[in-house]
């Protein structure tokens, strides 16, 4: 069974810029979440979706937007970066099985903001 | 605000001996917890996870323990391995089937052969 696929793996972008970031969930499971990790603030929720609608969100401004397509795959964008930018944004997918949910992880894809 | 820590950035153990990794939440809503083991240029895998129902959960080689009158947790692996080497998470969550976890700040796990 393949795992989360997130791509690109590595990307170099220039403040201003934006970036869009994919991710493609395990077979079958209909909910994707995206994380960021920073050394100084650690893994942060950034957003959930389920069946292509946003259920849940963290506190992020609103540069920081996802959305979910019809096959469950995800894309998160981020519009004008800005240094502090620069992470590690993990992409995860899940089913609720007896109740409970597990996050399967992506490899993640590591934005460098200059 | 962090309202889960662990307050050990690093660990370091020898193999074959006890690993306890803590953390502590502040949060009294959050009711599912998780331990989560990160390779470096790997996402994270999850371990174990417990119900605020339980104290106790064991799999394998690793247990969580679970106080929640002091909001504490902590994640026992015996024997330690090399191969457990690594950087853990512990996270919590207000409802076992929700997908917003709130993470610690992770625990450097070295285990010396």
């Known amino acids: 069974k393949a795992g989360v696929t997130q791509t690109p793996r590595y990307l170099i972008k220039t403040r201003g810029q934006q970036v869009t970031l994919s991710c493609s969930p395990i077979?079958?499971?209909?909910?994707v979440s995206w994380y960021q990790q920073t050394p100084g603030q650690g893994l942060q929720f950034l957003f959930e979706?389920?069946?292509?609608?946003?259920?849940n969100k963290g506190n992020f401004p609103g540069r920081f937007s996802g959305r979910q397509f019809s096959n469950s795959r995800s894309e998160m964008n981020v519009s004008t970066l800005e240094l502090g930018d620069s992470a590690l944004y993990l992409c995860?997918?899940?089913?609720?099985?007896?109740?409970?949910?597990?996050?399967?992880f992506g490899a993640g894809s590591r934005l460098t903001v200059l | 605000d962090q309202q889960v820590k662990q307050n050990s950035p690093s660990l370091s153990v020898q193999e074959g001996r006890i690993s306890i990794l803590n953390c502590d939440y502040t949060?009294?809503?959050?009711?599912?917890f998780l331990w989560y083991k990160k390779y470096p240029a790997e996402g994270p895998t999850f371990l174990i996870s417990?119900?605020?129902?339980?104290d106790k959960n064991e799999d394998g080689r690793f247990t969580v323990f679970l106080n929640k009158s002091a909001k504490h947790l902590s994640l026992h692996i015996v024997p330690s391995q090399p191969g457990d080497s690594a950087v853990y998470f512990c996270?919590?969550?207000?409802?076992?089937?929700?997908?917003?976890?709130?993470f610690g700040g992770g625990t450097r796990v070295l285990v010396k052969p």
């Open positions: 949060n009294s809503m959050f009711d599912y």
């Open positions: 979706y389920f069946s292509e609608t946003q259920r």
């Open positions: 077979s079958g499971h209909r909910s």
């Open positions: 995860a997918s899940s089913v609720v099985l007896e109740g409970a949910n597990v996050l399967t």
């Open positions: 417990i119900s605020s129902i339980k």
């Open positions: 996270a919590a969550s207000k409802s076992a089937a929700g997908n917003k976890l709130t």
